[in-house]
């Protein structure tokens, strides 16, 4: 089975006291022996995770985590291990074993509704004594799913992927949008792809690689080319393309090649709505530029880490154009990472990469969080576009318009 990229995963963490039995479920089920499975309390610990195909969700991870009962040094680094895992997570498993559900589980619940994270409680070891009657109540009436099984024996193994499928939001079931209402089958589509020194050394980097493949899956043609190319690939070809795609950095030159009468958007755009589906959120969130005064703070969200290079867009690019846009004495911060910064409140603005390594699960909760809070957030793509003057134009395709965002 080849891998799937790790922001297109669907991430399913099992939680539990200590020795519940969370290691022994993902063997069972996933018929393999992943994870270290012993009798002593606390041998899992870091979260461990394990790939697995489990159609029609498509490619998942499980994560086997500590438990959360864990005390002294070792057990807060545990803790911490498994809360960053909670904030990408998709769908939970709360493994409950003999001892049944108790105040610890209690609070644990509580949690992940809080987190808005889908539970399903799994009675383990039912091989031993099933679930008693006061915790099939529990979950009936607080309308927690619940399945019994028996990692050991194999019994209830396939109810619970059954109920993992069927409890599964929506958005992770549907086919991920791209350019699929964009494009027709026959449709011409140019991309356009920069090269410089930012670009990965023989390679496309994946969001590239993602709209290219929705436009062949769309039974288009696909025409690649770099935007120093664009204008001779133009007169080169017979047809009038029907769309020209192209990477934010170069957006302004390729919007001054590409005639008014093609369409044209971005990659960053394009991964806006495929990634949290919330590009009207960012264009809410870039009206704010309007606003930036002196002194103003802005928070540059980078979801990887990467080697900086001299011209760096997060570091580099955006901070100059932001400044040039406004006038104003705007400082920036850039947090890169796994690392969503807890302060938010004390950014005027958040301009947030195009989440390629990111589950859209992990950024739906980042634009929540910045709603939850106040503070608009937008993206590279869309606060590029705006600063070169060019976000009506590419968002002409969708048929809105920033005005009707804000
Ligand atoms: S910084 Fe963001 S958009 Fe760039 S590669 Fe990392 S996750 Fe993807």
């Not at 009798?39 to 438990?67: C, R, S």
């Not at 994946?206 to 080319?225: E, H, I, K």
């Not at 002196?294 to 932001?322: F, M, N, Q």
């Not at 400082?331 to 938010?344: A, I, N, T, Y």
Request: hydrophobic content about 40%; glycine content about 8%.
């Amino acid at each position: 089975m080849k891998s799937a990229p790790k922001g297109e995963r669907i991430i399913i963490t099992l939680l539990g006291r200590r020795n519940v039995g969370k290691s022994s479920l993902i063997n069972a089920i996933v018929g393999q022996e992943i994870a270290i499975v012993s009798d002593t309390p606390g041998t899992t610990t870091d979260p461990v995770d394990k790939h697995y195909e489990l159609l029609p969700l498509g490619p998942v991870t499980f994560y086997d985590t500590p438990g959360l009962d864990d005390e002294g040094y070792l057990g807060e680094l545990r803790i911490r291990a498994t809360q960053r895992v909670l904030s990408k997570c998709d769908i939970s498993l709360l493994v409950v074993d003999e001892m049944g559900i108790t105040s610890y589980e209690e609070d644990i619940i509580e949690e992940l509704k809080d987190k808005a994270i889908p539970i399903i409680v799994v009675f383990n070891k039912i091989d031993i004594r099933g679930p008693k009657e006061e915790d099939i109540s529990f979950c009936k009436e607080n309308g927690l799913s619940y399945v019994e099984v028996s990692s050991k024996t194999g019994i209830g193994i396939n109810d619970l992927k059954e109920e993992i499928i069927r409890i599964a939001p929506p958005y992770l079931k549907e086919e991920p949008l791209l350019v699929q209402d964009l494009v027709k089958q026959g449709d011409l589509v140019i991309l356009v792809v920069p090269i410089d020194l930012s670009a990965p050394k023989g390679r496309l980097i994946l969001p590239q690689v993602q709209v290219l493949r929705s436009v062949l899956d769309c039974n288009a043609t696909g025409f690649v080319v770099k935007e120093t190319e664009l204008s001779q690939a133009l007169k080169s070809i017979a047809v009038k393309p029907n769309l020209v795609i192209t990477d934010s950095q170069v957006v302004k030159k390729v919007a001054e090649i590409v005639p008014e009468g093609i369409p044209l958007t971005t990659f960053s755009i394009l991964m806006a709505r495929h990634k949290g589906g919330d590009l009207g959120a960012f264009l809410e969130g870039i009206c704010e530029i309007e606003n930036l005064e002196d002194g103003d703070r802005v928070l540059i969200s980078e979801a990887c880490s990467h080697h900086v290079l001299e011209d760096d867009i997060g570091r580099v690019k955006i901070p100059k154009w932001v400044l040039s846009y406004t006038g104003k004495k705007i400082e920036f911060d850039v947090r890169s990472g796994s690392d969503f910064p807890e302060d938010l409140e004390k950014y005027k603005l958040v301009i947030h990469c195009g989440a390629c390594m990111l589950t859209p699960t992990e950024m739906r909760r980042r634009v929540l969080e910045c709603k939850r809070r106040g503070v608009p957030i937008t993206n590279y793509g869309v606060a590029i576009s705006k600063v070169n003057g060019v976000l009506e134009r590419v968002l002409k395709p969708f048929n809105i318009s920033v005005e009707e965002a804000g």
